[in-house]
T-cell receptor, first 113, second 113 residues
Framework: EPEVTQTPSHQVTQMGQEVILRCVPI?????FYWYRQILGQKVEFLVS????????KSEIFDDQFSVERPDGSNFTLKIRSTKLEDSAMYFC???????????FGPGTRLTVT | KNQVEQSPQSLIILEGKNCTLQ??????????LRWYKQDTGRGPVSLTI?????NTKSNGRYTATLDADTKQSSLHITASQLSDSASYIC????????????FGRGTSLIVHP
């Protein structure tokens, strides 16, 4: 069964460093999303991406964040200068169409020290 | 303000027993409500999705109900199994162009043998 994959599973970085989190959505899906979940808190929407551009973004998704679909398979989230409060699980998700089910990846645990 | 409140925060039951989880929301205008199961350290997995016109939806031992008038939903788990131990998250999406979903904090369910 097709699934969303994410790499790495765990990323440790120092404050101020840039990180890139990678996702491979399900191949025929057209809508892509990033979410984050700080430990012990609820999942929060970051950004949605469709037709090679951002559809919507939340207040969390400030200038430090960017997304890119560099080729036909990968979908990346970049954090330019990480802060301690960026430590969280980051989930990628994709879906085939607007009225279709959304599938989440296993997540990348980002730890900023 | 668009909010999703879940109760109880945590629940412990014995294997084989039934349980019901609650979700109240203020999200408006309403588009759909989803229940997800999230195992520790994993991404959420969809259990059910309901639109305004649907009152109940089943997926195996999981049955979700929706009362759009009172803005309440429940998830009933029948004959619980040890593998049901997880966080159950209620997510409500708005209609009218904005996709951004509102997540509840989840109910942590522990099933004991």
């Amino acid at each position: 069964e097709p699934e969303v994959t994410q790499t790495p599973s765990h990323q440790v970085t120092q404050m101020g460093q840039e990180v890139i989190l990678r996702c491979v959505p399900i191949s025929n899906h057209l809508y892509f999303y990033w979410y984050r979940q700080i430990l012990g808190q609820k999942v929060e929407f970051l950004v949605s991406f469709y037709n090679n551009e951002i559809s919507e973004k939340s207040e969390i998704f400030d200038d430090q964040f960017s997304v890119e679909r560099p080729d036909g398979s990968n979908f990346t989230l970049k954090i330019r200068s990480t802060k301690l409060e960026d430590s969280a699980m980051y989930f990628c998700a994709s879906r085939e169409g607007q009225d279709y089910e959304q599938y989440f990846g296993p997540g990348t645990r980002l730890t900023v020290t | 303000k668009n909010q999703v409140e879940q109760s109880p925060q945590s629940l412990i039951i014995l294997e084989g027993k039934n349980c019901t989880l609650q979700c109240n929301y203020t999200v408006s205008p309403f588009s759909n409500l989803r229940w997800y199961k999230q195992d520790t350290g994993r991404g959420p997995v969809s259990l059910t999705i309901m639109t305004f016109s649907e009152n109940t939806k089943s997926n195996g031992r999981y049955t979700a109900t929706l009362d759009a008038d009172t803005k309440q939903s429940s998830l009933h788990i029948t004959a619980s199994q040890l593998s049901d131990s997880a966080s159950y998250i209620c997510v409500v999406s708005r209609s009218g162009g904005s996709y951004i979903p509102t997540f509840g904090r989840g109910t942590s369910l522990i099933v004991h043998p």
